[in-house]
């Protein structure tokens, strides 16, 4: 059912009388609107989301780890860099003092203080904006070093679970409900015989040569907000998935996106290889926050996830497309064999180059200060 946005922002303690609702055609996931608020000659901007309870099992949880992130890294900002704690993610509660309002069909909603003066890129423009983008996961990493995994919630349980993930295709493969796997059998040929990439972080884990950390485990590039101005970071968007995971999931997503200068969708392949000079870039960023403390272990296999997510990301996309386009909204017919194919191609472009890439992240991280090893 329709909702009048102006009228579910009005539920919110914003200042003000919301007098727009826009939409913004962003995210494959939530639906956000870009709400302005008047108050006499003054006007102010916030961001509206209809929570997808689909994919969010229990939104509550999702906005009780939200405030919690934002408020704690808020707090660890606010001595070293209080311009910057201001410009951090803002919650603003519902009227009744939820973090969240819930219309009569159930629907869930939240608001947020608009981040002025700031932009994201859905594509990496520069090796410049790679380091800031890679250095803003890589501090979000360290402050919330301090806080416990165990305070947030598992919102979306096995979330980067590569074996469960690959296992759903599977089941969904062997319906093939609307006979799409012949058109992909290449995709799903890869697919399956480079399965054992699943099994090499769980290991890891085990040993505890990969701590659990809070990561955000969303780190596209177009979640990192950059002055509009200087191009210096402010502040990382879309916590819906942070939660207990590994840091190297969160530096494999930026290799992802922003590794490569094409779009997560790109249909031209020639275009969908790793950029050795935008990798370098990230490989400084992030090791110049989190070289202090990143274990050997995840030192070692940042570049091993940033394969690994690029495959999974490739299952889910062709897991979709063969479920019928369920999860993610798509643009166009084929939207999500297409954004398969570039995973799959990207894949192959990481394995050709993972030893120069590996060799790239060591000098970065020997490069940063007060390196721990
Ligand atoms: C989804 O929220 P959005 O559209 O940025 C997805 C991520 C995927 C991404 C692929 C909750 O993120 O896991 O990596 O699409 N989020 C969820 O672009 O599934
Ligand atoms: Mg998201």
Excluded at 269 to 293: C, H, N, R, Y
Excluded at 321 to 342: F, M, P, S
Aim: include cysteine; aromatic fraction near 8%.
């Amino acid at each position: 059912m329709e909702h009048n946005r102006t009228t579910i922002a009005g539920h919110f303690a914003l200042r003000g009388k919301p007098v727009t609702a826009a939409p913004v055609a962003t995210g494959h996931i939530n639906d956000t609107y870009v709400v302005t608020a008047r108050d006499g000659e003054r006007a102010a901007r916030y961001v509206l989301q209809r929570i997808n309870d689909h994919v969010f099992k229990d939104p509550a949880q999702v906005m009780a780890n939200i405030i919690c992130v934002t408020e704690h890294i808020r707090a660890g900002l606010s001595r070293a860099d209080p311009a910057l704690a201001q410009r951090q993610l803002t919650v603003i509660p519902a009227k009744d003092g939820q973090g969240y309002h819930r219309d009569p069909d159930g629907g869930f909603w939240r608001l947020y203080a608009y981040v002025e003066n700031a932009v994201t890129y859905d594509t990496i423009p520069s090796v410049t904006l790679a380091h800031e983008a890679a250095r803003m996961f890589g501090l979000f990493q360290r402050l919330l070093r301090d806080l416990p995994p165990s305070a947030l919630h598992e919102t979306i349980p096995g979330f980067h679970d590569t074996a469960r993930r690959l296992r759903f295709f599977q089941q969904v493969l062997a319906k093939d409900v609307f006979n799409r796997a012949r058109e992909a059998s290449a995709e799903i040929d890869f697919v399956l015989k480079n399965a054992a990439l699943c099994d090499v972080l769980p290991h890891l884990m085990s040993t505890g040569d990969l701590p659990i950390r809070i990561a955000h485990n969303d780190a596209k590039i177009n979640n990192v907000m950059l002055d509009a101005a200087t191009g210096t970071g402010v502040c990382l968007i879309d916590l819906d998935t942070v939660m207990p995971g590994l840091s190297v999931y969160d530096f494999g997503d930026l290799v992802r996106t922003a590794g490569c200068p094409a779009a997560e969708d790109e249909r031209d392949l020639s275009k969908v290889t790793v950029d050795i000079s935008l990798l370098d870039a990230l490989a400084q960023g992030f090791a110049e926050e989190t070289g202090p403390f990143l274990t050997p272990g995840e030192k070692d296999h940042l570049v091993f996830a940033g394969k690994l997510i690029t495959f999974e990301q490739l299952i889910r996309f062709l897991t979709d497309h063969l479920a019928g386009d369920v999860y993610y909204r798509i643009h166009r017919e084929g939207h999500n064999l297409d954004r398969a194919r570039t995973q799959m191609k990207l894949v192959q472009s990481i394995a050709e180059k993972e030893e120069s890439m590996n060799r790239i992240m060591k000098r970065a991280f020997q490069n940063s200060d007060g390196d721990a090893d």
